[in-house]
């Protein structure tokens, strides 16, 4: 039996414990069709990078000395690995067989792995899905094939500090090469009540506003993720064909 080779990529900074119970989400709920690699990078994170350092679980840890946030983190390692399919979250948690799950859909919907599958959030009320993309975030499992097509961009615009890949997604819906798996269920933490708040999310508060002012901007002018010259649409479609 072949297993599918995933890469899942951890921005961290200042929450071992959150990132433990993550791990544990994984491992302990078994992921028997998929091989997984874990690669962690410690986001100005000494402390952390130290004490993963004989953990198992992790193939690589890399540390960052400079706080630069997820989305530098993100770029950094989705350029340097290799395998077919990468995956990039921070504190959520995956339900039982969610990870063989999205593996199977992209297996089924999008077999030479161009394409997006998002994770279904089980911690939020599904009338709250952007209406875009119809995911949570950029939470997803990613082919390598599908950000291969546009060599010049990185995984997530590099203009934005915490922002995830809300724009790659969106774009991979548009072209009809993403969609939701919905056995495929993760719980994003913190609530919003009950004090699950931690030093990492107030930081990032600090930078939401202006990720957000970003956002907007990109969109009145007409900008996605992937934007060539052309219109971006019709240069995908013309570049990957359309899905039958």
């Not at 959520?92 to 063989?100: E, K, L, P, S």
Request: net charge neutral.
């Amino acid at each position: 039996m072949s297993f599918i080779p995933i890469t899942i990529m951890y921005p961290t900074r200042n929450r071992l414990a959150k990132l433990n119970r993550s791990l544990c989400s994984i491992f302990e709920s078994g992921t028997p069709n998929v091989e997984i690699e874990i690669v962690v990078v410690c986001d100005g994170d000494r402390k952390t990078a130290e004490a993963l350092m004989c953990d198992d679980r992790i193939a690589r840890v890399i540390f960052e000395r400079h706080h630069r946030g997820s989305v530098y983190a993100r770029n950094l390692v989705s350029q340097a690995v290799e395998g077919d399919l990468i995956c990039a979250v921070d504190d959520i948690t995956f339900d039982q067989g969610a990870i063989d799950a999205a593996a199977a859909a992209m297996k089924e919907r999008y077999p030479d792995h161009d394409g997006v599958i998002g994770f279904r959030r089980t911690d939020r009320d599904h009338t709250k899905i952007n209406k875009t993309s119809g995911m949570y975030g950029g939470v997803a499992l990613i082919g390598q094939k599908f950000l291969r097509r546009y060599p010049n961009r990185k995984l997530c615009y590099p203009g934005y500090f915490l922002f995830a890949a809300q724009e790659m997604t969106n774009l991979a819906v548009e072209l009809k090469r993403g969609s939701v798996c919905e056995e495929a269920r993760i719980c994003h933490y913190p609530p919003r009540k009950g004090g699950g708040m931690d030093q990492t999310h107030l930081e990032g508060r600090q930078h939401r506003r202006r990720d957000g002012e970003l956002r907007r901007a990109r969109a009145e002018s007409g900008l996605m993720w992937g934007s060539p010259p052309e219109d971006v649409i019709s240069y995908a479609i013309d570049q990957i064909g359309e899905v039958e």
